[in-house]
Structures are given as structure tokens and as C-alpha cells.
């Protein structure tokens, strides 16, 4: 069976200029995470960043894309539109996107989805955050217990300014009171996404096994499916008309 | 009670450059809808067209719009992103967006939707719809019988490339033998989307009392709502933190 | 304008029996909340209980009722069944039901829902919980503030066996690390639902402001609306078939 | 890899009382459905039937059903209440039910769904039906193209008295000029259902190709998956609270 390929994208900037992240995540974000989900033998892994030519999103990496997880912070205004754009077209005719904590306001998302998806509460204090799972039975929850606890991390609050998820997986409980909806999945096209809270990158998130854990079933819950014909455009009538052409 | 405040925009070219067209809608597709529209006492409608300074959708414009009926077919990209950009923020910030018939390819759908909105089968040929009620009990089905028949109408056939609707409120059969989701209601932000297929530029579609009586519906349904309070942004806990700011 | 006709149903056995109810409750929680309600002058308010003949919901009283409001907690097993499948139907045919607190484990709500809405986590500890608005222009959460905070309730936590809400306009923060889907909104026939979460009857919960305001908001938003004509059963082409009755 | 257990359940009364129908499916529908599945080597099908005791589904057959397939239609009444609720109990704890044409009016389809799903318009004039892929990459579609063409069945006609499905995969078109939502997807409780509406048992089509895949790919659909862990009842808090229990 052919493998299914992954593409991990990471604006990769923290992790060269903030030497607390660097200790977290040495490589990077995109390696950290692309390393865990690489030792799955079904799954082909590669890498791509910001600061590549063409952020490394070049034609053929995202014709060989199946499924590609997008982390974003700081510099989600350097991405270039027409990236975006070649981005959202691969979404939409099938690829699976796996959007990762503060991506949530990166353009990607935002074309995607047609909110202002930026629009929440936060907060970088380092509290305990315990995500609810509410769809026990949900492919991405599989293997979890009934919640994942993360020791420290950045908060984000409710009102989440998205469109209602198709199927809403994840609620976090964050100690300082605040609920979130922490796992949104999304029919788009022939594509699907998945939006997943957790993070930030001054905390060893990624390192957590639940975490991975619902990254690699995203990954496969978002691999794009065999689905019926569809074509577009100008078509005859299937069946008889009564009027002609009208005049 | 302060009336509601309705917007018809319409490219209006068909109507200025095809005698058959201006025929129908000797006005332009905006002044007939606004003509019936008007007739409710509760409405204070005004129009607004492609050739206008900015559309005719200033910021005082927008600002006093509660709903925005948008009709548009040729001249999609004669719309100025900026005008679109100001459209969708209108629209996530409460103002309600009834998207008609070929508006189904404009910018602002688009936008606000994330999917490529134009993909459709359509046919030319002035056959006959029937628009069935899924929902009868939908305000926006509300004074109809079970279904909305057109002796002549432009045929739009699935596969149609929209997120599926929050609420399905209508389903076209066609004399050809097509279906389409032909009534979608979207909530997005703050605002409510409706987009109603029918009104074919060479159909007498919009003087159709059924089809005026959707669109009023529509109108009423669109109208921003009395909500509760939102703010985005850092936010302090409401509860103690056993942690400490993160050093 | 002709008024709301809104009844309040109750178990009515905690306030005649536990001392402590009572004080909080002396004439029931049917009593309280009527009592609210009944202060606009726009409802008509009446109040049925278990141990009433029929448990006071006649077929007079379901026929002149436009939105019920139901509580229970000890004693659901003594619904009659018969008067279930009354309830039943009148929300099916139109009639607004909202459905509060220990009342998720009722026959009615599993009747209309289908799943086995009594499963969820519980705790009678008295904590704190605080209701987030998720969908902040949602007409139920009119007039409020981002959240609602209760001081002392009963713990209700996921997995909550519910169908995925049409709407969900509610998530709850429990001081004990739950959350909580608190607002539940379901369109089922011609009627509507709403389940709201809040509501112990060892607390005050009934006497909080903006637990009556999120009431009064349900019981307009799921009050009977005017829609299309629907018929059932068998009948004939609208179109001419090729085929004739098949032998 | 363990194989999937399918089991086929069919009313068979038309098939031994009426010859016409005995013709198209000498040994019932449940034969003719299972001889097209068992013809893949992954599924391990078995058939049970209304006649059998307990109707063929004791709770060994039960327990060792990953899906069931149901076909009911002149005896939906005969089937026993205590049956119907140990498969809705079997549903909502995991098992896959795929409900086919005229048991949209059985006790188990209405009991998951908790509306009048029996209410909808029909006529059985053998024309033609068309159903349309809405979600052309919806796993149920994979490998159609893009509609189903059936020369001649029974037809339903919204309205359909149904919950709005969580994802609507086929639309009708009917020759006599009406519409049906007629691939229907739900989640409930663990298990998934899907209503596919072709099927009148005068008919030939489950010797359809596309049907059959469609039922085919239906099981695989809703075949149980692995999920996260799912606990009920009394919990103690996680968190330390500042109140004690309240006395």
C-alpha cells in the first residue's frame, strides 16, 4: 500500500531566535512533530518552512502532498497570497490540513474558512489546560483516554470567531476559566480540515504522546478519500424538454 | 419600531445592454426587487449598483445597511477587493447577506464561504423549476405552499461546491433532470448568509410573488440580532493560577 | 398581538419533601420560573405538575400551549408513557420545548432525541460553574454578558450522550475541571428544542437574572412560526411519466 | 484482519406472498443483498429475518453484528418492542445501521431518530429515479459516478419528516417532478446510521450495481471504529474546590 505523505510546515522563526524555544524544540516545530509522526512506516514525512523559496510549497511538493499540517505565529503576513492560494486549491480538490494552535489566524485558515478566524481570548500564563473529549467514538479521539491534560500552557478562550465545526471532537477546560473549542473538523471541497488548539511554543507540547497521538489521527482522518466523478460547467439535459431553447 | 434598513446591489449591465433583459426588468433587477420590497411599510430599502462610485457601498452606506441583497453575473471581477473586504467585515460584524442566483460565483460569497462557490453545472434553456420546502417550518419558507414552481428559469445542477449549509431550506428538481440546494442558510461571525438560486436575467424570475415572498422572508431572517457581548483579546484569569507567569 | 402561551411543567417532589428546597422554592420551581416569566406582559404563563391528573398536561392544555417548559429530576419513570407520546407529537406539530437541567434524563427528551440522553459525568458539590456564549448572536443569548456565572451547582460533565446540537450556544467551566455542552439547541418536526443545563434544586439557580433572561430568550426563539403548508402521503405526478402503473 | 460481520435483516413477507416479487428475489431481499456482500472476502455475512425467533436478532447475533443492514415494510408492527430497543441499544453503543427505503417507517429508525420518520410523500408508478452525488468525496460515494440512474421505482417526496442529517449525501430526482433527500448520514451515540432510499421490492434494484455499492460502501462507513474511553455517573472533582459539599 502506498504510503501516505505528510507534509509538516512550520514558520520556523521562534525556535532560530528565542533560545527557550530552541531548547524545546532544537530543530524546530516541523521536525519535532514530523519526527514522531516519521516513525509510523506508513506515513511519508517531509518538512517544509517559511523562509525556503516558496516556503517550501513549491508545485510538487503540494501535488505530493496528502496531507499537510501548518503551524504559525509570528509571521503569518510574510506568507506569501499566491501560496495561500495554491494552498486553499489543493484543500479544496482534496489534500488534507491539520491547523496547529496559533495558526489559527493564519491566512490559510482564514481563506478557508471566511471568518475572522484571529478573533479570540488569550492568554500566556503557563496554566493547565484539559481537553474534553465529546465525540468518544470520533476517529481522531481514538487510543485517547477520556482527556488529555497539558501541564502548562497558553490559553485561548471562547468566542472563537469560526463558522460551526461540522463536527465539533475537543472542549479544553483551561485553569483559569475559560472553555474552548480545541479539535473543529471541516468538509471544504473535496478536502477536510482539522483545527487542533494545543502548542504554544515556549511548552513541550509536541513532545506530549496525546498529542501526537490526535496529530497522527488527524492525519489520517484528513487523507484524502476515493469519492464518486464530478465535473462542472455546461451540461445537456438528461431528459427530454418540453421548451426549446428560449428565444 | 425603527424600520429595516435593506440594500439591493446590482451589477446592472444586462439590463443597459440587452433589449430582451430590459424588457423584463426595464429598471434593473434591483428597482423591481426594491419596488416590491418596498411596499412593506417596515422596510426602508435603497440600491446600489456596480457603476456607482465604490459600488454604491460607501462606509455610510454599509453602515446604515441592516440586510445587502447582491445580484451580480458578468462582471464579478469588476468588484474592487476592497469593496469586497469592507462587504464581508460588514457582514461578520451583524449585517445580513442574501446572495441571489449567479451571485454564486461573486467575490463576496466567496469570501465569506472559503470554497470556490462558482463550481456548478448550469444549462441555458428555460426549462422548468420546482423548488421544494425541506424545512416548512423555516421563517424563510413561511406563506409558502409545498413547492415554488418557474415555467422558465436558467438550470444550476449539483455537484455544488458550497460548505454544507447549516440549514437546507429548499431543493430544486429540474424539467432536465438535476437537483440543487437551491435555499442555503450560513451563519458566519455575526451575520446570516441566504442564497436563493433562482432569477435568471431573462426570466421574468423576480416578479414571481413567491420568489418575493423568499427574498422578504429572507430579509427579515438576515436582520441582525440583539446579541450578547464580545471581546477578543488578552484577557486576565477569572480564577487564581497555581502557576505563575512562565519565566 | 395575541400572548405566548407558555406552560411550565414540574416534578414537584424535592419542594414538598426536602426542607431545603423549599426554602429556596416555597411554591416549587414551576412557581419561580413562572413567576419570572409572567412579569411579561407578552406571556401567558401556566404552571402543570406530576401529581395533577394527567400530570396536568391534558390534551386542552398541550393544545393551548405554545412553548412547555419541563422539570424533573426523581420521578421521570412516572410519566406516563401515554402522555409522553402526547408531548411528543405537540413538538413534532410545533410546540416549543425546553427542556431544563436533570430533566436531560426524562422520557420526553429521549423520546424526541434518541439517544440515551441520561448518560453524563455528575457531582453534587456545590461548585462554581460559569457558561460561556460559543455563538454570541445567537437570539437565546440576547442581552447578556460573555458568560454566566452560577456560584454553586451541580456538576454536569462530558460526554454528554447527545445527537451534535443544530446549534450549540452554550459551553459550561466547572471549578472541578468538567466542561459541559449547557446549550443545546435541536430542531425536530415542526417544533424546536432547547436544553438548558443549569437549574439544581438545592440551589437558587431559578432566582439568577440571566438563567431567567436565557429562559425567556428560549421561550421566543423556540415559540411556533409561521411556515409553509406541508402534506403527507400519497400522490400524483406533478409532471406526465413515460411509464404507465407498473403491472 | 478480522473480517467485518454484516448481517442483512428483512421483513420477507412480499417475497413469499407475492409471486411478482418472489420473481425478482426468490430467496428475499436479505439473500440478494448478502450474496452481492458476501462476494467480498473482508465481510462475513449472515441474514436473519422477522419470522425467525426474536426476529432472527437474539443478543448472540447481536453482539457479533458490526453492521446491520434493515429492510421492513408491511410489518413494521410486528416487529417487538423489547427487540427494537436491544438494536437501538446495540446502535447507540457502536453497531453500524443502515435503514434501506420503506424502513425509514420502521419502530428502530424512528426510535434513533425520535421524529415521524414514516411522514413523507410516495406514489409507485415504477418511473425513474435519479439520485444525485451531493458530497462527491464522502466515503459512501467512492467509485460512482456522478448520479445513480434507477428506470423504475417507488418514489418519495419531501417533505420527510427527518432531523437534518449530519451529512447528506445523495439527493433524488423523481420523473413526476419531485425531490427526496435519499442518502442520509447520522451520528448516535457510538454508532452510525445511514437511510439510502431506493429499494421498493417490485423493483430489481438491489441487482443495481451502484446500490450495491453504495450498501457496500455504507458498511464500511459505518463499521465500529476505535474510539477514545468513555465513563458515566459519579465523578470526583479534578480540581481542588473551594467549597466543600454543601450540606
Known sequence: MAKLKVT????????????????????????????????????????ATLDEPEHGLTDEVLAETDVLIWWGHVAHHEVKDEIVQKVRDR?????????????H?????????????????WREAGEKERLWVVEPNHPIAA???????????????????IPAPDELVFISWFEGGEVFRSGCCYR??????FYFRPGHESF??????????VISNAVRWAAPVAGSKVTYGRVEPLEALKVTEHV
Chains 1, 2, 3, 4 share one sequence.
Not at 489566524?105 to 481570548?121: D, N, P
Not at 487510543?143 to 485561548?156: D, F, V
Not at 471544504?188 to 480540515?193: D, F, I, P, S
Open 8 to 47: 509538516v510546515w512550520n514558520e520556523y522563526r521562534h525556535e532560530r531566535e528565542d533560545a527557550k524555544v530552541a531548547e524545546i524544540y532544537p530543530a524546530g516545530i516541523h521536525q519535532a512533530i514530523g519526527g514522531y509522526l516519521g516513525q509510523d512506516s506508513t506515513l511519508e514525512v517531509r518538512t
Open 91 to 103: 484543500v479544496l480538490d482534496g489534500m488534507g490540513l491539520i491547523v496547529l494552535h496559533s495558526a
Open 105 to 121: 489566524a493564519s491566512k490559510i485558515f482564514e481563506a478557508l474558512l471566511g471568518t475572522h478566524t484571529g478573533q479570540l481570548k
Open 143 to 161: 487510543g485517547l483516554g477520556e482527556y488529555i491534560e497539558i501541564a502548562h500552557e497558553e490559553m485561548y478562550g471562547e468566542r472563537f470567531e
Open 188 to 193: 471544504r471541497g473535496k478536502g477536510k480540515l
Open 204 to 213: 513541550p507540547t509536541y513532545h506530549h504522546p496525546d498529542v501526537i497521538k
